[in-house]
């Protein structure tokens, strides 16, 4: 959670959890009570969580990236004008960062969704054009299916473009699946959860606004590391 550029009140926090798999039922048993903004990519269980009470925000900057990594392998004009028309939408958020989601909201409807609507008409103009197999042609593909959700933030100033990478990125964890391979006696699940805990406070610990102070993190990463041995 990170409400401060839209000014809200909460402080940020980061927060872990383990699952033994990627199935749908790990996420659902995750955000069984929880109600409001998941903002994600397009793994398939996201987009099965209840409507009711969950509003899917799909994440631009995964959409992004697909272009990007198109740019980076050489001479590529259609991903390149793709990269800079998405970020015209970025400039627009840089330029409202920090204030009110009424304010962000309106700033969008009258900067951004021009943009918007724009970028949907070139992708679905290019993909007459280019051959179906192309990895610019895929990424196009998948925003437009995901276009509901990448949308969202026009209608509501709390909602982010995308994932703050710096320090939501997906790769937080993925020492404790190499502990699990390399050692799967001894790493239970109960330890995953453990290592889980000590990410979070570690994480919020380190965010500015967060309210903590660095003795806070020493003492309860110190203990916890001292009573497992595992960090």
């Not at 809200?8 to 383990?18: E, K, M, Q």
């Not at 033994?20 to 994600?40: S, W």
């Not at 992004?64 to 980076?72: A, P, S």
């Not at 380190?206 to 009573?227: D, E, I, V, Y």
Request: contains cysteine.
């Amino acid at each position: 959670r990170d409400d401060r550029p839209w000014g809200g009140a909460d402080p940020p926090a980061v927060a872990y959890t383990y699952a033994p798999g990627r199935g749908g039922e790990h996420l659902e048993a995750l955000l069984a009570t929880y109600r409001g903004v998941v903002q994600c990519d397009g793994y398939a269980p996201y987009k099965k969580l209840p409507a009711d009470r969950i509003t899917i925000a799909f994440c631009w900057s995964h959409l992004r990236r697909e272009f990007v990594k198109v740019v980076e392998q050489g001479d590529a004009p259609i991903a390149t004008e793709a990269v800079a028309r998405i970020g015209q939408i970025y400039t627009v958020e840089k330029d409202i960062r920090g204030a009110s989601a009424d304010k962000r909201r309106a700033a969008r409807q009258a900067r951004s969704r021009p943009l918007v609507d724009a970028l949907k008409v070139f992708f679905e103009h290019q993909l007459t054009r280019l051959p179906g197999g192309s990895d610019t042609a895929k990424a196009m593909r998948y925003g437009l299916r995901h276009w509901g959700g990448l949308t969202r933030f026009l209608d509501d100033g709390r909602v982010e473009l995308g994932r703050v990478d710096d320090w939501r990125g997906s790769g937080r964890l993925r020492g404790v699946a190499v502990v699990r391979r390399l050692s799967p006696r001894r790493c239970l699940s109960s330890d995953h959860g453990s290592v889980s805990s000590r990410r979070s406070s570690n994480r919020t610990c380190r965010l500015p606004a967060s309210g903590f102070l660095p003795p806070h993190q020493t003492f309860a990463l110190g203990r916890s590391t001292r009573r497992r041995g595992m960090l």
